[in-house]
């Protein structure tokens, strides 16, 4: 008997015939093959124009996490269905481990580090740990992610509003109900600091 992680990633790789078809998951033998190879890409991300070498099918995850030192962006299913490797790409959400590289050129591409600072936290990230919503952690960069979005263009979001903007990143924790809590705290935290 299949357990139900099991057959959710089984059905989902039966119907990714052409979407997730197109994007490649290198090994590390082949990113070093391609960086000695000298395929020189263009990508801003955080708000940095970055050169790397990568062929352009490459999944943004793997440029942001091998190439750039990125590791706040986390591999989760490698299929598009858990939102752990959420990213911003000009202010929209996309799921990183099936985003080719190509298509983020001329592009703003912000990842959860270039959300705030250790200096000074995305207010979402911030409320996530003074509430103590996270468990394992790691979830929370795409959480952050779908959450900073969701407060960009809704600041005052219901609780309902918070739970459909996060209800396509999977937590298997359970920590859901902790993180709803710590956005609409952080919410209210950047109303007030906006007056």
Not at 23 to 33: D, F, G, K, M, Q
């Amino acid at each position: 008997m299949l357990t139900s992680a099991t057959a959710l990633h089984n059905e989902v790789s039966r119907a990714s015939t052409g979407r997730y078809s197109q994007v490649r998951h290198p090994s590390l033998a082949e990113v070093r093959r391609v960086g000695d190879a000298g395929l020189m890409a263009e990508v801003r991300v955080n708000g940095h124009a970055r050169q790397v070498q990568a062929e352009d099918d490459t999944a943004l995850l793997y440029v942001l996490r091998n190439h750039l030192g990125l590791k706040g962006t986390r591999f989760g299913c490698g299929l598009g269905v858990c939102g752990a490797c959420s990213v911003l790409v000009d202010g929209q959400r996309v799921y990183s481990c099936n985003t080719p590289l190509w298509s983020v050129k001329d592009k703003e591409v912000t990842t959860v580090e270039g959300l705030g600072s250790d200096g000074a936290p995305h207010p979402v990230a911030r409320a996530i740990v003074e509430h103590q919503a996270a468990q394992c952690g790691f979830c929370m960069s795409g959480i952050v992610i779908s959450a900073a979005r969701l407060l960009a263009t809704n600041p005052d979001p219901s609780d309902a509003d918070v739970r459909a903007a996060l209800d396509d990143n999977l937590c298997r924790c359970g920590a859901h109900n902790r993180v709803v809590h710590a956005v609409l705290t952080a919410a209210a935290e950047m109303r007030r600091a906006a007056l």
